[in-house]
């Protein structure tokens, strides 16, 4: 974490009205992959985020060979695009051997992977040839070409080249690639430790019964799970008595252990919220009212060396404003070089009458079948409907002061890739 880069103590920035597209700006300012560095080996790295360049030593493949079972030929030139030729069978290349040099008008009886013998010019699949009764000759009928069915060396890869960038979230086709190389350990970024805790004296764990005025914690294992799936390490001291103590001492555990704290609730300038001035009295912090809905306050500072993000309580909004603002700055702070989130576009199914001042990320469906896909709005949009969340395949971006009528193409998230 770049603290020079935190500017939360900024006048500009303090209880400031900033726009989505600002306080994200900000937020990737502040945030810098981190330094530490481990070596893992490659069944230990998927999603971990690569931490150099993968560059290979060796040619994929290492040697021309055979892309189907049948029977490598050493064509003379002049049985080149001739048909109804016949071959001596004179070898047998199963894959991992080699076979022996092959003379001008002989076959090889070849499997899909096995080097082409020296002499050989072109593949024949076994499929498109017949072998006489006494197995020692094959008979062609179309014409034949040279190279046929013979994947060449380096075809896929070529010593020296990089084949992985630092930066990349690995995926299994990545780790795939690099055992093919023969790299056996990758120089990953460290996970990135982020502490949780949650106050408000009306939150109750599931599992327990109600009394008048509670709710369950459902921001609780929103937030554990986003986490986990960005790869985190989550260090989560649960809910915490909303006390201004109880608060110091929750941020002042976590800040020595952890890279990142998070909360959720309780930065609003109500009375009852005392994780804004627990952060401002042990580091610094400003607090975003963002033109934006659902999420309106959002809290940016520090403690001591870890970084602090504060959602707002409302479920929607924790989620919505963790989706657009913590997920690429948390990206970026694990190393990630793609870390902002991708748009697609789609098509609105409805219309939009009002002009509204703020921008709004409205949950909805999709409808396939039109092109652009056509999207359908939840008819509970309040920030406290996590069903629409649940129902919803995406966000939809409808920007500030704007009205307009059904096929509007609009910016449109995926939950399916905000929520990996
Ligand atoms: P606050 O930001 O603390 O004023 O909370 C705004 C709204 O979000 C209130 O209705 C809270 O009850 C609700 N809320 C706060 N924290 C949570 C939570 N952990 N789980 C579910 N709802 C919450
Ligand atoms: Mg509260």
């Not at 060979?65 to 070898?91: E, T």
């Not at 008979?139 to 990349?168: C, H, K």
């Not at 999709?366 to 919803?392: C, E, F, M, R």
């Amino acid at each position: 974490m770049n603290n020079q880069a935190v500017k939360c103590d900024s006048p500009v920035f303090n209880q400031s009205l900033l726009s989505a597209d600002e306080a994200l700006e900000f937020l990737l300012d502040a945030s810098a992959a981190p330094e530490k560095k481990e070596s893992v080996s490659l069944d230990n790295s998927l999603g971990r985020i690569l931490a150099c360049d993968i560059h290979s030593t060796i040619n994929v493949p290492g040697f021309d060979n055979s892309a189907m079972d049948g029977y490598a030929i050493a064509l003379n030139d002049n049985q080149l695009l001739q048909k109804n030729l016949s071959f001596d069978i004179v070898d047998r290349i199963p894959a991992g051997s080699t076979g022996n040099e092959l003379n001008k008008g002989c076959a090889a009886r070849i499997f899909t992977g096995a080097p082409i013998p020296e002499g050989a010019n072109t593949v024949i699949m076994q499929e498109e040839c017949e072998v006489s009764n006494d197995g020692n000759r094959i008979e062609t009928w179309r014409p034949l070409s040279l190279g046929e069915n013979i994947r060449p060396m380096g075809n896929d890869i070529q010593t020296d080249d990089v084949i992985l960038r630092a930066g990349l979230q690995l995926k299994p086709q990545d780790v795939a690639l690099t055992a093919s190389v023969g790299v056996a350990e990758l120089e990953v970024f460290k996970k990135l430790k982020v502490g949780v805790f949650f106050t408000g004296d009306e939150l109750v764990e599931p599992g327990n019964a109600l009394n008048r005025g509670e709710i369950y914690n459902s921001n609780r294992y929103a937030l554990v799970a986003l986490l986990k799936q960005l790869n985190c390490e989550v260090i989560n001291l649960g809910n915490i008595k909303d006390s201004l103590d109880s608060t110091c001492k929750a941020l002042e555990i976590l800040a020595s252990a952890c890279d990142l704290i998070m909360t959720t609730g309780g930065v609003s300038v109500g009375e009852e919220d005392h994780v804004k001035p627990a952060v401002e009295k042990l580091g610094k912090l400003s607090l975003w009212r963002i033109k934006m809905k659902p999420g309106k306050p959002l809290a940016f500072g520090h403690v001591g060396k870890a970084a602090f993000i504060g959602l707002p309580g409302n479920p929607v909004s924790a989620m919505v404003t963790f989706f657009l603002f913590a997920r690429p700055f948390i990206k970026k702070m694990q190393g990630v070089s793609n870390h902002k989130n991708q748009t697609t576009q789609v098509q609105t199914n409805f219309d939009w009458r009002r002009p509204r001042p703020r921008r709004e990320f409205v949950r909805v469906k999709l409808d396939h079948s039109t092109i652009p896909a056509s999207a359908n709005l939840y008819p509970k949009q309040g920030s406290d409907v996590l069903s629409s969340v649940v129902w919803a395949d995406g966000l939809v971006e409808i920007p500030e002061n704007s009205t307009f009528s059904q096929g509007e193409v609009l910016n449109y998230y995926s939950l399916t890739e905000l929520t990996q």
